[in-house]
């Protein structure tokens, strides 16, 4: 996987108010769940844009006040509103320890269904996997060559070496549609807004009644 370099600080308070003052001086509250002992830390919000806003998975190499960590993000918030991080969980990344990460799925070939004049579907753009941080690699291929019209690759479909999908196998990863489907259902799709606004409108009216 790729590496992202980052630098913060140990958080000594904790707590709500805590945060929320740190989120007002432009950084983030951060956890590490580690091997031995969760560490609490903060750093800039710009720190974490090569990280948030990208599809690809990174190990992060945190220098914390000298001391050097090798993690992963586990899970992150949002704010409802503006959409700025609010808070990022990470895992320690241990030598001999697996770790799960969601890792992008990278498309290669071209499908003899779209070719067909069919349309290709992606349900999922990341796959969760566990493995040896050694051993995961920055994105999974799938090849669509042989995919046909009205077929899907599911995730019980992949296999990678040295690493094991997660996810359930049923689910779907992609597929090809046929144009029909995908027009009858774009036009589902509108027929729902056209009724969805023309609710918004009536609202006031029946209020007043």
Known sequence: MKT????GSLRTELGKKSSQKTRKEGNVPCVIYGKEQ???FHAHENSFKKL???PDAHIVRLDLEGKEYRIVMQDIQFHPVT???TH??????????PIIIALPIQI??????????GKLRIKRRHLKVRGLASDI???LPIDITNLKVNHSIRVGDLKYDKIELIDPRIATVLSVATSRVVSKEEGEAEAEHTAGEAAEAAAP???AK
């Not at 992202?4 to 630098?7: F, L, N, R, Y």
């Not at 990022?88 to 320890?97: A, S």
């Open 4 to 7: 992202i370099e980052i630098k």
């Open 38 to 40: 969760n560490i609490h």
């Open 52 to 54: 948030v806003y990208t």
């Open 83 to 85: 959409d700025k991080v």
């Open 88 to 97: 990022i969980d990470f895992i320690e990344v241990v030598d001999d320890k």
């Open 108 to 117: 290669t070939g071209d499908s003899v269904g779209v070719k067909a004049g």
């Open 137 to 139: 690699p920055e994105s």
């Open 205 to 207: 009216a029946d209020e």
